[in-house]
């Protein structure tokens, strides 16, 4: 998606240790209107799809799903929340996922209600890097036993591991804009 | 607002503690239809004010936020997120808010470079009950020196004090369902 490796170039920052900092538009401070044509371009990408709902996790995930799911028919949206490892709960599903970033587990929790066998869901993410919190999200799906028609991604870290354990997972995937790498300061697509 | 109001007696559960539960539609499962006529309605309560910015805090406001915000031109949303207190971080506006819920205190942000003395600021948030939350977005708004357009709340709890402080600083604030009382599981709206 050009309009989206533009924003990247122009107004994103590599930090040391393979960081990309986009708070400027994707997920602090959030720019609607690129939010609106990533939503556009998510439509296109899964054009085919019945999706009857937009699984995504908190934070950033939800205002990309929100504005997201006005393409897909005003489709609802829901989204896992995070709790620390340990606290119980019941009427959930639940995976546990680990966060290279915080160097801890934690658990992610959708209500039973919100998700089941007749769904056809596509998850939404900002970015893709281990992979660990969609793995989560696929997790839940299944045991929901849900249809997964997809994963949407707005930034995919090529170099890390998340793309191959999703197709592994046998999902298809779809990240709009993909970082080959990140070395001495350089953003570098892979297409 | 007749269709919020309605969604609220039909969907809503009340649980003990005077505890409303609408995460069928508000903040686990979010209903994107509902979410663009909150949107609308509050452009038209604030349809005088020349808003720059829509500011939040993370995670039910930002859905909220993103599709709100579309209703006033497409101008950005800042979303405040939370830390464990006494987190250090410079370059940030920080608050301290207490957490009823939680029983703990907690530090909420916001990058210094997405808030400035030149924005007119409306605040969205999903619930209003002790306040404390909106009081620290307040905070973080006046460090800024950003003027405040206003307070926009989804639901009130009328009954607890969060109305009372908002007013107090003489901030404007429109709440599209504003409820007097819980008792016995019943909702009862102050209109």
């Known amino acids: ?14 930090l040391p240790g393979n960081v990309l900092k986009v708070d400027s538009f994707l997920n602090h401070q959030l720019d609607i209107g690129l939010y609106q044509e990533i939503g556009r371009e998510f439509k296109k990408r899964f054009a085919k799809e019945p999706i009857s709902k937009i699984l995504t996790i908190e934070a950033s995930g939800i205002g990309l799903a929100c504005i997201t799911a006005q393409y897909f028919g005003n489709v609802p949206v829901v989204f896992a929340k ?6 119980l709960a019941s009427e959930v599903y639940e995976s546990k996922v680990f966060s290279y970033t915080k160097n801890e587990y ?12 007749k769904d056809n869901i596509l998850i939404i993410d900002d970015f893709l890097a281990n992979g660990n919190a969609v793995l989560g999200l696929l997790d839940i799906a299944k045991q929901a036993g849900a249809n997964i028609a ?10 890390q591991t998340g793309r191959e354990k999703i197709l592994k997972e046998n999902v298809r995937l779809e990240s709009l804009a993909r970082i080959r790498s990140l070395e001495g300061g350089q953003i570098v697509f892979t297409d």
Chains 1, 2 share one sequence.
């Open 150 to 159: 997809g994963v949407g991604i707005v930034i995919e870290k090529s170099f």
């Open 106 to 117: 934690y658990q992610i929790r959708v209500d039973k209600k919100y998700l089941s066998r």
């Open 1 to 14: 998606m050009e309009l989206l490796k533009k924003y990247i170039v122009e107004k994103g920052k590599v």
């Open 82 to 87: 995070k709790f620390s490892a340990n606290n």
